[in-house]
């Protein structure tokens, strides 16, 4: 059986990365998206294991000294991080893993796991992303300047990673994240077994 290939989703707040991985893990069994482990409490709704692994401080200090996390972070007082384990259960079943994380996470992804496959999702144009955080009517002006301000910052760092995709239809841009993926998995080293 074939071991699955770990994909780094990122991209600017705005872009349609959440629209985009919906859309691709729709009809897909083959894929797993990964659920991040949190220390912040449950929101009305979420359910642990569906929405997030929520765990306390204590198991998270206890998962970060066990080197647990393939990424983790800091955010507004809570813990974020992207658990191994589960990551390895679902590649050794022959599935591709999605990871959706910002570029520090990825970074630290690529510092253990050099063969992860990076994907940036990227807007049209600046105004598209502009009028896409505008028109979501979530945020104050403020907050839509300071998300713009980080994806100045985000998007200078797209020429590190392996793939660029523009999300200008995010039918186009499933197209090409499966094309990708595809083609990764058409690499020497993933067939040359057949050879032997």
Not at 1 to 20: E, L, N, Q, R, Y
Not at 172 to 193: D, G, K, Q, T, W
Request: hydrophobic share 35%.
């Amino acid at each position: 059986m074939k071991t699955g290939k770990t994909f780094i989703i990122s991209g600017p707040s705005g872009v349609g990365k959440s629209t985009v991985l919906r859309e691709l893990l729709r009809d897909r069994d083959d894929l797993y998206f990964s659920i991040s482990a949190t220390t912040r409490t449950p929101r009305e709704g979420e359910i642990d294991g569906v929405h997030y692994h929520f765990i306390n401080v204590d198991q998270f200090r206890e998962m970060i000294q066990e080197d647990e996390f393939l990424e983790y972070a800091e955010y507004v007082g809570n813990f974020y991080g992207t658990p191994k384990r589960y990551v390895d259960e679902a590649m050794a079943q022959g599935k591709d893993v999605i990871l959706d994380i910002e570029v520090q996470g990825a970074l630290q992804v690529i510092g253990k796991r050099p063969d992860t496959v990076r994907i940036f999702i990227a807007p049209p144009s600046w105004d598209a992303l502009e009028q896409r955080l505008t028109g979501r009517g979530t945020d104050s002006p403020e907050k839509i300047q300071k998300r713009l301000v980080r994806a100045k910052v985000e998007l200078q760092t797209a020429d590190t990673y392996d793939y660029f995709v523009i999300n200008d239809t995010v039918e186009n841009a499933v197209r090409e994240i499966n094309a990708i993926m595809l083609a990764e998995h058409c690499r020497p080293s993933e067939r040359m077994e057949i050879l032997q």
